[in-house]
């Protein structure tokens, strides 16, 4: 199940609705303040999906990414997988499709943020290759509810050109 962009004629917005709301449910008692997944519609997903690039994988829908253009990084936002779907290599499969499209957009870097309390998230990005950058207080917070990881891409080798 290779994570493929959206078609355009994508329609399934309350099934990737519920898709995000399976797959971040185990947050809920958590983290704090709650996921802003709990704030998504299908219809505000339809208005994100004209602004960012959405990849989905699997027929019925067992994955999806937001893949949002930045000035100096590719943002990867509401990464989500089925829960029957976890542990099988989809979120690393979304993760090379976001390398793969920042390069075709010359972004030297993957951006994203997982929650504090969300350490095997972390675990699981550092094995990717993300790194913490920063820590984020949401507002209203005067601790740290949030951080901030990337994964600086190499730059691609030109092939040689001609054999002598």
Not at 21 to 48: C, N, W
Not at 72 to 87: E, N, R, S, T
Not at 134 to 141: M, S, T
Request: glycine share 8%.
């Amino acid at each position: 199940m290779t994570p493929r962009p959206a078609a355009a004629d994508f329609c399934d917005w309350p099934g990737l609705h519920r898709l995000i709301m399976d797959s971040f449910a185990y947050m809920d008692g958590v983290i704090d303040p709650p996921s802003s997944a709990h704030q998504l519609t299908p219809e505000i997903l339809a208005r994100k999906a004209q602004d960012e690039h959405l990849y989905l994988s699997g027929d019925p829908l067992t994955g999806c990414g937001f893949f949002a253009p930045r000035p100096d990084a590719l943002y990867i936002g509401k990464l989500a997988i089925a829960p029957g779907a976890q542990g099988r290599g989809l979120g690393r499969a979304f993760v090379a499709q976001a390398e793969a499209l920042a390069r075709d957009l010359s972004l030297p870097k993957l951006q994203l943020e997982t929650r504090i309390e969300l350490t095997a998230n972390h675990a699981a990005f550092a094995a990717l290759g993300f790194v913490t950058t920063a820590h984020k207080a949401h507002p209203g917070f005067d601790r740290p509810t949030s951080i901030t990881m990337e994964k600086p891409l190499a730059p691609l080798v030109a092939a040689p050109t001609g054999l002598i």
